[in-house]
């Protein structure tokens, strides 16, 4: 295991906590959709315990970092143990799917704090409509009408490739090292994410359509797709 991995780990829990982090409080009488299913209601609160075993991994590879170079048997068996109770040799390493994730967070992460800005006040994790409320058609939204899901597809997804894949101290050492786990934690996150995404954009779409209907009109005949220019 590299220094290079530990570094670019711990970049890449910096990034997805930033892009994370709600950049304003939702008040509850500006929401609308609360229709949805209520396990489609809850991306503020998978959020953070996204964000949560992100930190622990990222602790913990740093932790097997360290005890490439100090053995930490001898100074705590307890703590060696709890890092990776393994009897064989993991081989936590660098790899290209590792490389792709890393790439992939901090570009859905960069989306994502652009669209924050672009939106500044009008942004929060609910969806809400404020009594300012505009419709938004510049920055990435002038390629997609929904480029914040697409930042939040490319962190699971880059999330994924970096720690549900061979190489990760989540499978090698973690509780996800037995064959097929991570398969079934992937599958179910991303089958989420998509429910949730298209359940919003649906839901976003129909209510600025009914806000602003010439203006949006226009709009949706520009950029027709949701999340990927040319794809969906």
């Known amino acids: 295991m590299s220094l290079v991995r530990v570094a670019l780990v711990v970049l890449q829990a910096v990034t997805n906590q930033w892009a994370c982090t709600p950049p304003n409080p939702t008040q509850e009488k500006n929401r609308f959709h609360k229709e949805e299913l209520h396990i489609l209601q809850i ?4 959020f953070k315990i996204h964000m949560t ?3 622990i991994c990222a602790v913990f590879e740093v932790l097997y970092y360290i005890s ?3 053995s ?6 307890i703590v060696s143990t709890i890092v990776c109770p393994h009897t064989s040799e993991p081989h936590i390493r ?6 792709i994730g890393i790439a992939a967070v901090v570009l859905g992460s960069y ?8 939106l500044g006040r009008l942004f929060t994790f609910d969806l809400t409509v404020q009594p300012e409320h505009k419709l938004i058609t510049s920055r990435f939204y002038s390629y997609v009408r929904h480029p914040a899901y697409t930042g939040s597809m490319l962190l699971v997804a880059g999330l994924a490739f970096s720690h549900l894949t061979e190489g990760s101290w989540l499978t090698e050492c973690g509780p996800l090292r037995s064959s097929g786990s991570a398969i079934v934690v992937w599958a179910a996150w991303w089958v989420w994410t998509l429910a949730v995404g298209i359940s919003r954009a649906e839901a ?3 209510q ?3 806000l602003f209907p010439e203006e949006w009109d226009k709009y949706a005949m520009i950029v027709p797709w949701w999340f990927f220019p040319g794809l969906a």
């Open 43 to 46: 991306a503020p609160l998978v």
């Open 53 to 55: 075993i992100l930190w």
């Open 68 to 70: 490439t170079i100090v």
């Open 72 to 77: 930490l048997s001898s100074i705590s068996p």
């Open 94 to 99: 660098m790899s290209s799917m590792f490389a």
């Open 111 to 118: 989306i994502r704090l652009d669209c924050f800005r672009t």
């Open 204 to 206: 976003e779409d129909k």
């Open 208 to 210: 600025m359509q009914k």
